[in-house]
């Protein structure tokens, strides 16, 4: 058997957090992301629909290069898009450049003043919407006190306070569930939605992930090890997802 | 029969300082390049854009033309953040409203269906609101009683988008993956609606040119303007017609280094006319492709 590497863990971690959704967009954002959805799709969940980055929802395996061509399952324009989030029909992973206890996403601007900020990002993109409508979660591959902060900047996704505060409007879909980073798996299971640790990649240290965490983090009394491949899935991600080996280049 | 063909500097002379003006395509893909040079080479200014943002602001933000931005992101896609409208924002040069891309769509539809707003669920928990000020919120007059976030119309006072090909009447088609909401941001215009297109083709050869009528989404009681301009989106994509040119992508991107870089850049891409560049573009794939 091949040696597990670091981003391999992290791809089957992106293709649990699809575990259960069934006939649904999952949209996750990102290299890994995409190898990680690609894989649920091809093991344990095969009803999942995806994109192919541009307009159409496709029904290949591969995640990147359609050497047989793709095939077309759907034509999703952006305009589509937004039937299916607003319908509530979607499970998107995004990033984030700041994330705090609650979820609350930012990636739009850094620094106390939005009119002048420290750091001009993306913008707000499609955040605030995915987040009120459909399930979301986070990939976030360079965990550190820089990322994960006690109050974000900006709030372009919604988390579970800011949610609740907004009211039955903003909870009604609200589906906050993981966050899936280079260290560790995240859930919102602690005291009023309080980020806790769901588990730590192998090699990973409770104490490691705490020290990168720039807030307080909820840690059980028992933090399992997230899981590794299976030989079937270590094929699927070597052999047909993902044989130019991108993975390695976002996490080595 | 209306022969609405216009050149880039016809547009300009329709356009006034302080307008707020939507620009189609979305990011770095099939924007109205040769129409936003020219902008950028006019004396006009102050100017509101309104967009799925990519170079098409940051030109605009370069060359000292935006007072604000109406966005809900600004990227050049294979290069994520745009250089340009950072270094404006960062400096505090323009003011800024922030958008969610799915709500931008609803302030496009209610101008177009000529409603005051439309509601939605986004926006809310989000900062939207506190950054935002046009946006309001709504109760709704039914059992459920649900507050939600109105998304007031998106008054244009001009729109530009550009389009694969046209008839000179200004019925259009996209030949590309997407039309984005191009059509959307002709019809949010009430006037000064204009396309520039690759190519000006007989009305009777529309249907052949896009291989379905499906594609046929951009009509003449949309359009006020055609401009027929060959690589007038480059230096984005404007597939099938031609790639982006990620290597002019580059070095535009890496203009906005130094005041120098970016003087250099303007005096030799955008002060200059447009049968120049594109005949400059002309010559410089062809060097590329020679030393392939």
Redesign the interface.
């Given at each position: 058997m091949t040696d597990i590497s670091r981003a391999d863990i992290c791809v089957v971690a992106i293709a649990e957090c699809f575990r259960g959704d069934g006939e649904i967009v999952a949209n996750p954002i990102g290299t890994i992301p995409m190898i990680g959805g690609r894989l649920a799709r091809a093991s344990f969940e095969p009803e999942l629909m995806m994109t192919d980055g541009?307009?159409?929802l496709i029904a290949n395996d591969e995640a990147f290069r359609w050497p047989n061509g793709k095939v077309v399952e759907y034509y999703n324009?952006?305009?589509s898009m937004?039937d299916v989030?607003?319908r509530g029909r979607r499970h998107v992973i995004m990033g984030a450049t700041q994330i705090d206890p609650f979820g609350n996403q930012n990636f739009?601007?850094i620094g106390p003043d939005?009119?002048?900020?420290?750091?001009?990002?993306?913008?707000?993109?499609?955040?605030?919407?995915n987040?009120?409508?459909n399930a979301t979660s986070y990939w976030i591959p360079n965990h550190s006190p820089k990322v994960f902060v006690e109050k974000v900047d900006?709030?372009?996704?919604?988390?579970w306070d800011?949610?609740a505060?907004?009211?039955?409007?903003?909870t009604?879909?609200f589906d906050l569930r993981l966050v899936v980073t280079n260290l560790a798996v995240l859930d919102f299971s602690g005291p009023d939605h309080r980020m806790a640790l769901r588990s730590v990649h192998p090699g990973v240290s409770v104490e490691e992930v705490v020290a990168a965490t720039g807030f307080e983090l909820v840690v059980p009394a028992d933090v399992p090890t997230s899981r590794q491949p299976t030989e079937e899935e270590l094929r699927l991600i070597t052999e047909v997802i993902d044989p130019d080996d991108l993975r390695h280049t976002e996490i080595p | 029969m209306t022969d609405k063909r216009i050149s880039e500097e016809g547009v300009v002379a329709q356009l006034e300082s302080g307008m707020t003006i939507g620009i189609g395509g979305w990011g770095s893909r099939r924007k109205p390049m040769s129409i936003i040079r020219a902008i950028a080479r006019s004396g006009l200014r102050d100017l509101t854009v309104v967009s799925f943002a990519g170079p098409d602001l940051g030109v605009l933000c370069a060359t000292g033309k935006v007072r604000r931005a109406v966005y809900p992101f600004v990227s050049l896609d294979s290069i994520p953040l745009e250089p340009h409208v950072r270094a404006a924002r960062q400096a505090g040069l323009i003011e800024d409203e922030p958008w969610d891309e799915g709500m931008f769509l609803l302030g496009l539809q209610a101008a177009a269906w000529r409603v005051p707003f439309l509601p939605t669920r986004v926006g809310l928990g989000s900062d939207l609101p506190r950054l935002n000020p046009r946006l309001s919120s709504v109760r709704s007059p039914f059992d459920d009683d649900l507050e939600l976030v109105a998304v007031p119309a998106f008054e244009l006072d001009a729109a530009i988008c550009h389009l694969n090909r046209a008839d000179l009447r200004g019925n259009a088609c996209f030949l590309g993956p997407d039309l984005y909401f191009d059509d959307l941001m002709l019809s949010a215009a009430r006037s000064r609606r204009f396309i520039s297109v690759e190519r000006v083709v007989p009305t009777a050869a529309l249907v052949e040119e896009a291989g379905t009528e499906l594609r046929l989404r951009v009509n003449r009681m949309m359009v006020d303007g055609v401009v027929e301009r060959p690589g007038g989106a480059h230096f984005t994509s404007c597939v099938p017609d031609y790639e982006r040119d990620e290597a002019f992508q580059r070095s535009y991107a890496a203009a906005a280094k130094t005041p120098e870089a970016w003087a250099e850049f303007r005096a030799s891409w955008i002060d200059v006319s447009e049968d120049d560049y594109q005949h400059k573009i002309g010559q410089r794939q062809v060097g590329e492709r020679a030393s392939l």
């Open positions: 541009e307009a159409a324009p952006y305009r937004f989030v607003w739009a601007a939005y009119a002048k900020p420290k750091t001009q990002l993306l913008g707000f993109r499609g955040a605030p919407g987040t009120v409508n900006v709030v372009t996704g919604v988390g800011r949610a505060a907004a009211g039955r409007g903003a009604e879909f | -």
